[in-house]
């Protein structure tokens, strides 16, 4: 009778000693201030970084409002109402090494912008983006590229634009849920108001 107590004594003290060296482990993570991943701490703000590269074209810089939409395949959607206001820096389109510290109008013919902005994490990559330009001017951006600072590997690929986009409704790429036909690659478009 004395033999079946001390087994399930000495599994109890064996369970309290695994539950505290994992408890000390996270514990020990936590003070010596290495990141914790992403997906574990779905509260927290990341600083987006916004590349989007103008054409070098006659007439494809813009003076008008340019608002920004991305996210992951998880709809955790960024949407950014006014990306012009964000404008950080420009940036040289040999080297990636900034021009000028000193904040310019942004979306200049054959000029990269860069943008930042904060926002609540994703989850997964960003494999969407649409930019919508409000006014009377045209915009041809080459490229768009968001780059998640707390999470490198979740940043996106570039999306090419290289068009004129039309005014007052979204225009991009979805890559999150792609389909394999016979006739090639079918990419499923997110539909915006």
């Given at each position: 009778?004395?033999?079946?107590?001390?087994?399930?004594?000495i599994?109890?003290?064996?369970?309290?000693?695994?539950?505290?060296?994992?408890?000390?482990?996270?514990?020990?993570?936590?003070?010596?201030?290495?990141?914790?991943?992403?997906?574990?701490?779905?509260?927290?703000?990341?600083?987006?970084?916004?590349?989007?590269?103008?054409?070098?074209?006659?007439?494809?810089?813009?003076?008008?409002?340019?608002?920004?939409?991305?996210g992951?395949?998880?709809?955790?959607?960024?949407?950014?109402?006014?990306?012009?206001?964000?404008?950080?820096?420009?940036?040289?389109?040999?080297?990636?090494?900034?021009?000028?510290?000193?904040?310019?109008?942004?979306?200049?013919?054959?000029?990269?912008?860069?943008?930042?902005?904060?926002?609540?994490?994703?989850?997964?990559?960003?494999?969407?983006?649409?930019?919508?330009?409000?006014?009377?001017?045209?915009?041809?951006?080459?490229?768009?590229?968001?780059?998640?600072?707390?999470?490198?590997?979740?940043?996106?690929?570039?999306?090419?634009?290289?068009?004129?986009?039309?005014?007052?409704v979204?225009?991009?790429?979805?890559v999150?849920?792609?389909?394999?036909?016979?006739?090639?690659?079918?990419?499923?478009?997110?539909?915006?108001?």
């Amino acid at each position: 009778m004395i033999m079946p107590d001390f087994g399930r004594v000495i599994f109890m003290l064996s369970v309290v000693v695994v539950v505290h060296v994992m408890f000390s482990k996270k514990m020990a993570l936590a003070s010596s201030g290495a990141t914790i991943p992403l997906h574990l701490n779905a509260k927290r703000n990341c600083t987006y970084a916004i590349t989007v590269k103008t054409t070098c074209i006659k007439g494809a810089d813009t003076t008008n409002h340019v608002s920004i939409r991305f996210g992951d395949s998880n709809s955790n959607d960024i949407f950014v109402h006014r990306l012009n206001s964000k404008h950080v820096k420009r940036l040289d389109p040999l080297e990636p090494q900034v021009l000028d510290d000193v904040p310019t109008k942004p979306f200049q013919a054959c000029t990269i912008d860069q943008f930042e902005h904060k926002s609540h994490c994703v989850d997964s990559p960003v494999c969407y983006l649409y930019l919508k330009l409000t006014g009377q001017d045209d915009w041809r951006p080459g490229f768009a590229q968001v780059r998640v600072l707390e999470g490198p590997h979740l940043s996106s690929d570039y999306f090419y634009f290289r068009r004129y986009l039309p005014r007052n409704v979204w225009h991009g790429m979805d890559v999150c849920d792609t389909d394999v036909t016979p006739f090639g690659l079918k990419y499923k478009k997110k539909l915006f108001s």
